[in-house]
C-alpha cells in the first residue's frame, strides 16, 4: 500500500468558503511534505511544502498544518475561488537528498460558483 | 523559458511496439525524473536521474528504460509495451540542494494508450 493517503477523495465547496484537504502519511521518518495542485490536462504544480521540523506554515491564501503526532497533515484555501479547483495531491520525502517523492492518490476539489 | 518539454503529448502503440518519450528542461537542473499517472493511484516514480551520467530505479521501473543524454535531457524508453503500460506520463525536475524545497518543475504530460 501507499504511505500517503488521503481522507476525502472528493471536496465541493462554494465560491468564498475556506476548503480543507486532509492528507495521512505513514512514514515517521520524512524530512518533509508538499503539496501539489493539478488542474485537468496539466502536470502537477507546486503549491507549499513545509519540514518536519515545523507545525504550520502559511503562504498566500494557503496554509499547511502539520500534526506529526497522529501523522496527520491539511492544505486549508481561504476564500476559495473557482480557480481553485483541480486535484490536490500531498507527497512526502524520506528519500534524502534525491528528493523521491511519495504521492497521494490526491483528492478532487469543486468550487461551486 | 519553456521549464519542462515533453513530446509527444499523445501515443496510441500496439502491443510490443516499442517508443521513446523525450524530456527536456532549461532550467540548469541537475535532477530528472518520470513519474506515471494512473486513475486512483497517484503517481509513482518510475526512474529518476540525480545528475547528467547517472539513473537510478524508482517504485515501478519493470518494462523501461530511461537514457540520461545530457543534463537537460532524459529519455524514457518502452522497448516492448503492454497494455498495462497505458497511463499519463511526466517528466520532472528539481533544483540543487541545498536550494531544494522539494519542488518538481513538472511537464505537460504524455498520454500513452497501448492496444
Known amino acids: 500500500g501507499e504511505n500517503v493517503g488521503l481522507h476525502l477523495p472528493t471536496l465541493s465547496v462554494q465560491e468564498g468558503d475556506n476548503s480543507i484537504i486532509n492528507c495521512a502519511y505513514s512514514?515517521?521518518?520524512?524530512?518533509?511534505f508538499i503539496w501539489y495542485k493539478q488542474e485537468s490536462g496539466k502536470g502537477p504544480q507546486f503549491i507549499i511544502d513545509?519540514?518536519?521540523?515545523?507545525d504550520k506554515r502559511q503562504g498566500q491564501r494557503v496554509t499547511v498544518l502539520l500534526n506529526k503526532t497522529v501523522k496527520h497533515l491539511s492544505l486549508q484555501i481561504a476564500a476559495t475561488q473557482p480557480g481553485d479547483s483541480a486535484v490536490y495531491f500531498c507527497a512526502e520525502n524520506f528519500g534524502g537528498s534525491n528528493y523521491k517523492l511519495t504521492f497521494g492518490k490526491g483528492t478532487l476539489l469543486t468550487v461551486n460558483p | 523559458n519553456a521549464g519542462v518539454t515533453q513530446t509527444p503529448k499523445f501515443q496510441v502503440l500496439k502491443t510490443g511496439q516499442s517508443m521513446t518519450l523525450q524530456c527536456a528542461q532549461d532550467?540548469?537542473?541537475?535532477?530528472m525524473y518520470w513519474y506515471r499517472q494512473d486513475p486512483g493511484m497517484g503517481l509513482r516514480l518510475i526512474y529518476y536521474s540525480a545528475s547528467e551520467g547517472t539513473t537510478d530505479k524508482g517504485e515501478v521501473p519493470n518494462g523501461y528504460n530511461v537514457s540520461r543524454l545530457n543534463k537537460r535531457e532524459f529519455s524514457l524508453r518502452l522497448e516492448s509495451a503492454a497494455p498495462s503500460q497505458t497511463s499519463v506520463y511526466f517528466c520532472?525536475?528539481?533544483?540543487?540542494?541545498?536550494?531544494?524545497?522539494?519542488?518538481?518543475?513538472f511537464g505537460e504530460g504524455s498520454r500513452l494508450t497501448v492496444l
Open positions: 520532472a525536475s528539481t533544483r540543487d540542494s541545498p536550494a531544494n524545497t522539494g519542488e518538481l518543475f
Open positions: 512514514n515517521s521518518a520524512s524530512d518533509y
Open positions: 532550467m540548469n537542473h541537475n535532477s
Open positions: 513545509i519540514r518536519s521540523n515545523m
